[in-house]
């Protein structure tokens, strides 16, 4: 049993009075003024209701503020007033809240923490990676060690801590990796060789699922959870290094799993369910739809030998988009798993948002490219280098607004 450990015993009461913000005309329709979670607010990447512009020129995707930081791989996520980002740097993790007007600061906080990745993985570095996700109230920041932090947005000052490195006896050979997901007043996060449910008010435990050995090659997840609803239940849906799995919100209980083969447990995609099935594809293994039909069996409803391996698809009616292991873009047929086009080599690794037209879609040179949702070709639209760094967070969309974090800078332009 996992054990809260407390820097205050405060816990957060009430509702924090958020203060408008007047933010420039962006000509949005019914956009969501916040960004509060790994990809956006459903983790979909995708934002309904929108009317995006047709370009990313200066004239359309303007500079509002700029900061310099440390390295770190996290998204940034926003409040209505507020950007929170992390960085690593001098042996500590850094949690920053900046003004989204203005981009003054408003607070930091740190604490020790820093690892060292396996050799293999190293080229990258060995910096903070989880995406942070708030509530409104409350922010919870995954550390490289496996320690989840709470702190208040408004304050600035920690809440709640959990070690989970020290409960399980080992930190994750590659770090913290997964995001957290907040589902009402529970956060569930995969860390310390399993799957956890906590407490968002205090940090308590309430369950733990899909303990594993600790073993370098299938320990540890790389991917982020969801929530959603399958055949009529609503549930917990999880990729660990080496299956999907579904679990019981309420109890933790395993309703079902499958084993997803992959080179050294590389997957990495967040589960992505469509008409009562999940897909996902991985390296060194292949793409397939999964059906789970009831609680305790699952088939494979068709699969195929596209490679994803970093970058968690956008599903756009019965099609599907998504990054591949050799660098090409694909754009698959739900319904059969056919290729409907495959694309020249576009960089490593791409972030993607849409509002169901567009795909807006960061890659890791920092080159962010606007693609027509078009089944019949690849349509691009419009594209701009906007970071002379490399880019592996994830892009955050909201209120006409595109926040981006490469390993070196936050910024925030206005896409009018």
């Given at each position: ?32 003024e ?23 020129d ?37 949690v ?10 408003q607070?930091?906080?740190?604490w ?11 080229r ?96 540890g ?7 959603q ?8 849906i999880?990729?660990?290094r ?55 069996s ?59 037209s ?8 920092g080159?962010?490219r ?28 909201a ?18």
């Amino acid at each position: 049993m996992l054990r809260r450990s407390f820097l205050t015993s405060a816990s957060v009461t009430g509702a924090l009075a958020l203060q408008s913000t007047i933010f420039p005309s962006s000509g949005f329709a019914n956009d969501s003024e916040a960004w509060q979670n790994w990809r956006g607010p459903n983790r979909d990447g995708m934002l309904s209701g929108q009317s995006w512009p047709d370009s990313l020129d200066e004239n359309s995707l303007k500079s509002v503020w700029a900061k310099d930081l440390g390295d770190s791989y996290s998204g940034p996520v926003l409040t209505e007033t507020s950007v929170f980002t992390t960085e690593s740097i001098g042996g500590k993790e850094r949690v920053y809240s900046f003004d989204r007007s203005n981009g003054d600061l408003q607070w930091k906080y740190e604490w020790d923490g820093s690892h060292s990745v396996p050799i293999f993985a190293s080229r990258n570095g060995s910096w903070i990676r989880s995406t942070p996700a708030t509530d409104g109230q409350r922010l919870f920041v995954g550390g490289i060690r496996d320690v989840l932090v709470c702190i208040e947005c408004k304050s600035g000052k920690e809440l709640w801590r959990i070690d989970f490195a020290k409960e399980a006896g080992k930190v994750p050979d590659f770090g913290m990796v997964c995001s957290p997901l907040v589902d009402g007043s529970h956060l569930y996060i995969q860390a310390g060789k399993g799957v956890h449910k906590v407490n968002v008010a205090d940090g308590s435990l309430v369950w733990s699922a899909l303990g594993d050995s600790g073993d370098i090659m299938s320990s540890g997840a790389f991917s982020s959870p969801v929530i959603q609803t399958l055949n009529g239940k609503r549930q917990l849906i999880v990729q660990s290094r080496t299956k999907l799995a579904g679990i019981e919100l309420e109890t933790g209980k395993v309703d079902w799993s499958y084993e997803v083969a992959a080179f050294r447990g590389m997957n990495v995609l967040t589960p992505t369910v469509w008409q009562d099935g999940i897909f996902t594809s991985s390296y060194g293994g292949r793409s397939l739809l999964l059906d789970v039909p009831n609680n305790d069996s699952t088939k494979v409803r068709w699969e195929n030998k596209l490679e994803g391996y970093m970058s968690s698809p956008i599903v756009i009616g019965d099609t599907l988009y998504l990054h591949l292991r050799n660098k090409r873009f694909a754009c698959l047929d739900l319904k059969s798993g056919s290729e409907l086009w495959v694309t020249k080599p576009f960089g490593e690794y791409w972030s993607m948002v849409s509002n169901g037209s567009k795909i807006l879609a960061l890659d890791q040179n920092g080159k962010l490219r606007l693609i027509a949702h078009n089944p019949a070709e690849f349509q691009l639209l419009s594209e701009r280098r906007v970071s002379e760094d490399e880019a592996w967070a994830h892009v955050a969309v909201a209120n006409g607004q595109v926040v981006i974090r490469s390993q070196k800078k936050l910024e925030l332009f206005d896409w009018s």
